[in-house]
């Protein structure tokens, strides 16, 4: 891709890897998230569990998932000689807000998946512009056009939170705190949203699968 691509990006492979792997997680648990209780519709029409576990340990899932592939970012790293420093505690931060962020936003499409039929193919065309947003092969903040790409890199929040993170892991930058702070709020804010929607309708669902 370095040659491809034309980048003199510093640590171009695990830029693209490690922006990949935080991707691929939220992108895989927000699609399941739609079809979650009608794909289970045997545990939810017969067993009573809070819904959004079916979310949640789909989630682990691909935690651990995630925790193998994060395995193999280490030995990138070690073999291309990236130094780590203090700001590697950025990385954590980020990943425990995508965390939640994957959480709030999948319970919520959870809810109206059960009801709307063709919610998966929106969000999946939607997840498919956020993709190309999100700059997993380029720095959305300094490639795109002033003031659209600096507009994008802190409204898109997974364009935020992959930036800072790739900017923690491999340049020894520190994210905007205030931005990290809102979009950790946010991202609690969206939790408590979506779980109480479940409690609140879960009853429902078992008419509609």
Same mark, same amino acid.
Request: glycine share 6%; proline share 2%; net charge positive.
């Given at each position: 891709?370095?040659?491809?691509?034309?980048?003199?990006?510093?640590?171009?492979?695990?830029?693209?890897?490690?922006?990949?792997?935080?991707?691929?997680?939220?992108?895989?648990?927000?699609?399941?998230?739609?079809?979650?209780?009608?794909?289970?519709?045997?545990?939810?029409?017969?067993?009573?569990?809070?819904?959004?576990?079916?979310?949640?340990?789909?989630?682990?899932?691909?935690?651990?998932?995630?925790?193998?592939?994060?395995?193999?970012?280490?030995? @990138?790293?070690?073999?291309?000689?990236?130094?780590?420093?203090?700001?590697?505690?950025?990385?954590?931060?980020?990943? %425990?807000?995508?965390?939640?962020?994957?959480?709030?936003?999948? +319970? %919520?499409?959870?809810?109206?998946?059960?009801?709307?039929?063709?919610?998966?193919?929106?969000?999946?065309?939607?997840?498919?512009?956020?993709?190309?947003?999100?700059?997993?092969?380029?720095?959305?903040? +300094?490639?795109?056009?002033?003031?659209?790409?600096? %507009?994008?890199?802190?409204?898109?929040?997974?364009?935020?939170?992959?930036?800072?993170?790739?900017?923690?892991?491999? !340049?020894? +930058?520190?994210?905007?705190?205030?931005?990290?702070?809102?979009? @950790?709020?946010?991202?609690?804010?969206?939790?408590?949203?979506?779980?109480?929607?479940?409690?609140?309708?879960?009853?429902? !669902?078992?008419?509609?699968?």
């Amino acid at each position: 891709f370095s040659n491809i691509l034309k980048s003199g990006k510093q640590y171009y492979i695990i830029f693209i890897y490690s922006a990949l792997l935080m991707w691929t997680f939220f992108n895989k648990n927000v699609i399941y998230s739609i079809k979650a209780i009608r794909m289970n519709k045997g545990i939810v029409t017969k067993v009573y569990v809070p819904k959004f576990i079916l979310l949640l340990s789909n989630m682990i899932l691909n935690g651990i998932k995630l925790g193998i592939s994060l395995l193999i970012l280490q030995i @990138f790293m070690i073999f291309m000689r990236v130094p780590v420093n203090g700001t590697i505690i950025y990385v954590f931060l980020s990943y %425990i807000i995508m965390f939640l962020l994957t959480f709030g936003c999948g +319970t %919520i499409f959870m809810h109206f998946g059960v009801f709307i039929d063709d919610l998966g193919y929106a969000i999946t065309i939607l997840l498919n512009m956020m993709f190309f947003l999100s700059g997993i092969f380029y720095d959305v903040e +300094t490639t795109m056009a002033a003031p659209l790409g600096s %507009i994008i890199a802190r409204v898109n929040p997974m364009a935020f939170l992959i930036n800072s993170m790739r900017n923690a892991l491999l !340049y020894e +930058t520190a994210p905007d705190l205030v931005l990290m702070g809102i979009w @950790f709020v946010v991202s609690v804010i969206l939790c408590a949203i979506g779980v109480r929607i479940i409690y609140k309708y879960e009853n429902s !669902y078992v008419k509609v699968v």
